[in-house]
């Protein structure tokens, strides 16, 4: 519009000039002014049109940035659907992977609620199994008794009550060392069971079984210890507890060694004090073990049940 209009004034001024030059009455000072008019005019129509250009080129540079943009924009839209694509991918994974594992913890729980039943039946059946090898001891021995009084029997008689004795012990302690690896079996299977873990991820510890196992582990030590080692079953036993008691320590839990060892005043342990007439005075030692002593990760979980044997 500014353009129209210099163009028109130029046209104007122009003719303008052309009637001074025609005119009489028109001076030579008002003819100058007129073209001088007009040269400035002519400069600004100059400098307009330099303007003019320069603005379609900043336009069309403009117009190139516009374009690189929208390309930019374009591109950043793919990349935003592909990582929404992603994001609903990685939900659907992460979704199933919960639900995954929600089923296996149910497992795992139902697998320690049914392997504890079955440990504890285990315990029963391996403490009435004791019972009956005292009580058949105290029966054969009565027995032995009772003829021994009564004058009836002979050297043959007793060797043979203690042959029938000592073979009655071998097969209960046999059924025994039987029933203790079937349980020392059941309790692998249940060490290595995966930890359960709660919904956030984190590990979820249950010391119960352990501290079971631990007692039971115990047990079986105290009852090898009092068997001959040339009984059936007996180094297949003696094997399964170390290799329970090494998978013990692979998961962190320690099981104390306190058996025939000095007891130190000031133990974190319930100590039952016995007389021994064969130990030096001043001479404490710990003579059983009711229930160890259990750490997990360097840390006390279960306080021992010693018993100390001490002079008069």
Do not use: C
């Not at 320069?54 to 190139?64: C, D, G, P």
């Amino acid at each position: 519009m500014k353009r129209k209009l210099l163009a028109i004034t130029f046209v104007v001024l122009g003719i303008q000039l052309s009637i001074a030059q025609d005119a009489p009455e028109y001076n030579e000072a008002h003819l100058e002014a007129l073209q001088k008019e007009i040269s400035n005019i002519q400069n600004e129509f100059s400098n307009i049109e330099k303007e003019i250009t320069l603005l379609k080129r900043e336009n069309r540079n403009r117009l190139t940035e516009i374009k690189s943009l929208d390309i930019e924009n374009d591109t950043l839209k793919l990349s935003l659907d592909s990582l929404f694509a992603s994001h609903t991918q990685l939900y659907k994974i992460q979704k199933a992977d919960k639900d995954t594992i929600s089923q296996r913890i149910n497992m795992a729980n139902n697998t320690i609620i049914h392997n504890q039943s079955v440990l504890e039946n285990r315990s029963l059946w391996g403490g009435i199994i004791v019972i009956l090898i005292v009580l058949l001891s105290s029966g054969i021995l009565l027995y032995l008794f009772k003829r021994i009084k009564s004058g009836t029997n002979s050297i043959d008689e007793v060797r043979k009550a203690q042959d029938a004795l000592q073979n009655a012990q071998t097969k209960m302690q046999e059924e025994s060392i039987n029933l203790d690896n079937k349980l020392l079996t059941i309790i692998g299977q249940q060490m290595n069971t995966p930890t359960a873990t709660n919904n956030q991820g984190t590990t979820s510890v249950d010391h119960s079984l352990a501290l079971k196992v631990a007692d039971e582990i115990v047990r079986i030590e105290l009852n090898l210890s009092r068997m001959d080692s040339s009984i059936k079953g007996y180094k297949q036993l003696a094997k399964a507890v170390q290799r329970i008691k090494d998978n013990f320590q692979a998961n962190g839990y320690e099981i104390v060694d306190m058996l025939g060892k000095p007891y130190i005043a000031g133990l974190k342990a319930a100590v039952t004090f016995v007389t021994d007439e064969n130990l030096e005075k001043g001479q404490q030692i710990i003579s059983k073990i009711i229930k160890p002593q259990i750490n997990y990760q360097q840390q006390m979980i279960q306080a021992a049940e010693i018993e100390v044997s001490q002079p008069e």
